[in-house]
């Protein structure tokens, strides 16, 4: 999930090209009111975005009781983020732009193969 329509395309196009379905989303509100949000087996979402950051929309989630594992990515880290993501029950924080491979690693460590490959 990110604001920016271009890393959007770009990352879920990778995402896609390695055999996971996909959705994105443009804000948190989009994140919250999607109804299927659920069955989220992972969500990357930037920590800055108009309206409802990352985090916030993160806490929305834990209320909820249903978060998925989650990574933050972030053009605009700042000590304060980087302290608020370190209290939270995520995987991290990769600081943009990250290497598509990094993600890839992360993304087959946190759900194994994905199913085109199984």
Same mark, same amino acid.
């Given at each position: 999930?990110?604001?920016?329509?271009?890393?959007?395309?770009?990352?879920?196009?990778?995402?896609?090209?390695?055999?996971?379905?996909?959705?994105? =989303? %443009?804000?948190?509100?989009?994140?919250?009111? =999607?109804?299927?949000?659920?069955?989220?087996?992972?969500?990357?979402? %930037?920590?800055?975005?108009?309206?409802?950051?990352?985090?916030?929309? =993160?806490?929305?989630?834990?209320?909820?009781?249903?978060?998925? +594992?989650?990574? =933050?990515?972030?053009?605009?880290?700042?000590?304060?983020?980087?302290?608020?993501?370190?209290?939270?029950?995520?995987?991290?924080?990769?600081?943009? +732009?990250?290497?598509?491979?990094?993600?890839?690693?992360?993304?087959?460590?946190?759900?194994?193969? +994905?199913?085109?490959?199984?």
């Amino acid at each position: 999930m990110d604001d920016d329509e271009a890393v959007r395309v770009a990352l879920s196009s990778f995402i896609r090209s390695s055999g996971w379905a996909v959705e994105t =989303f %443009d804000s948190a509100a989009a994140l919250l009111a =999607f109804s299927a949000r659920h069955e989220i087996a992972l969500l990357i979402a %930037d920590i800055r975005m108009p309206g409802m950051s990352g985090i916030e929309m =993160f806490d929305q989630l834990v209320k909820t009781g249903k978060q998925p +594992p989650t990574l =933050f990515v972030s053009s605009y880290c700042t000590p304060e983020h980087q302290r608020r993501v370190g209290q939270l029950k995520v995987l991290g924080l990769m600081q943009k +732009p990250f290497s598509l491979s990094t993600l890839s690693e992360l993304i087959v460590k946190t759900l194994g193969d +994905p199913p085109a490959a199984a």
